[in-house]
Antibody, heavy 120, light 108 residues
Framework: QVQLVQSGGGVVQPGGSLRLSCVASGFTFSNFGIHWVRQAPGKGLEWVAFIRFDGSDQYYVDSIKGRFTISRDNSRNTLYLQMDSLRNEDTALYYC?????????????WGQGSLVTVSS | SSELTQDPAVSVALGQTVRITCQGDSLRTYYAGWYQQKPGQAPLLVIYNKNNRPSGIPDRFSGSNSGNTASLTITGAQADDEADYYCNTRDTINPRVLFGGGTRLTVV
C-alpha cells in the first residue's frame, strides 16, 4: 500500500533552518510528482511546493520563495524540504502528499505530517 | 481570482443530506477534489474529478460541479462524517494548487 513516512520536524528559532524528509513506499516513487502542504495550528490547508517526478521543475507558494527548497532523491525514494530563514508564521504541520496519476486526483495520498514550530 | 471559497461551517441532522460547496474561477477549467480531515489526522481523499470515489469511500459521498462551483454531497450523514472538508484544484494562472478554506461539518 502507498505510504509516505515523514521525519525531521522540531522547534527552531526565527532565522533558523530545518530539513523535512518524506520516505515513500508501495509505489514507484520516480513516476510521481510530490507536494508539500502545510497547516498552521487551527487553520486550513495551504499548498507550499511541488516537484515533478524527475525533479526537473519545482514550484513554490510566493511566501516561501527563496527560503525553502524542495528536492528529491529517487534512488532513496525520498523527498526533502529544506527550510531556511524560518519565520514565526512558518509554524505549521507540514505534509508531503503524492500528486495523483494522470486523469486522477490532484493529490491522493498524504504523509502523517511533521510539526515545525518557529519560536524564540 | 485564484482562490477557492467555502462556507466555514455547516450542520446536518443525523441521516439527512448535506451539501458543501466550493467556489472559484479555476473550477470552470479544472475539477475539484474533496478531502475529509478529522482532528489529529491527515486529510483523506473522498471525491475527485467531479464525482469519483477512491476505494473504501462510502457511496453516500458524491460530487458535482456547475460553472464555478463544485459541491460535495453526503446523503444520509453519519456521526462519523463529522469533520473538516476541503476542496482543491489547480490554479489556472500559476503552477500551484489551490485549497478552499475548509468547511467544518457538524452532525447533530
Amino acid at each position: 500500500q502507498v505510504q509516505l513516512v515523514q521525519s525531521g520536524g522540531g522547534v527552531v528559532q526565527p532565522g533558523g533552518s530545518l530539513r523535512l524528509s518524506c520516505v515513500a513506499s508501495g509505489f514507484t516513487f520516480s513516476n510521481f510528482g510530490i507536494h508539500w502542504v502545510r497547516q498552521a495550528p487551527g487553520k486550513g490547508l495551504e499548498w507550499v511546493a511541488f516537484i515533478r517526478f524527475d525533479g526537473s521543475d519545482q514550484y513554490y507558494v510566493d511566501s516561501i520563495k527563496g527560503r525553502f527548497t524542495i528536492s528529491r532523491d529517487n534512488s532513496r525514494n525520498t523527498l526533502y524540504l529544506q527550510m531556511d530563514s524560518l519565520r514565526n508564521e512558518d509554524t505549521a504541520l507540514y505534509y508531503c502528499a503524492r500528486d495523483g496519476p494522470s486523469r486522477g486526483p490532484l493529490i491522493d495520498y498524504w504523509g502523517q505530517g511533521s510539526l515545525v514550530t518557529v519560536s524564540s | 481570482s485564484s482562490e477557492l471559497t467555502q462556507d466555514p461551517a455547516v450542520s446536518v441532522a443525523l441521516g439527512q443530506t448535506v451539501r458543501i460547496t466550493c467556489q472559484g474561477d479555476s473550477l470552470r477549467t479544472y475539477y475539484a477534489g474533496w478531502y475529509q480531515q478529522k482532528p489529529g489526522q491527515a486529510p483523506l481523499l473522498v471525491i475527485y474529478n467531479k464525482n469519483n470515489r477512491p476505494s473504501g469511500i462510502p457511496d453516500r459521498f458524491s460530487g458535482s460541479n456547475s460553472g464555478n462551483t463544485a459541491s460535495l454531497t453526503i446523503t444520509g450523514a453519519q456521526a462519523d462524517d463529522e469533520a473538516d472538508y476541503y476542496c482543491n484544484t489547480r490554479d489556472t494562472i500559476n503552477p500551484r494548487v489551490l485549497f478552499g478554506g475548509g468547511t467544518r461539518l457538524t452532525v447533530v
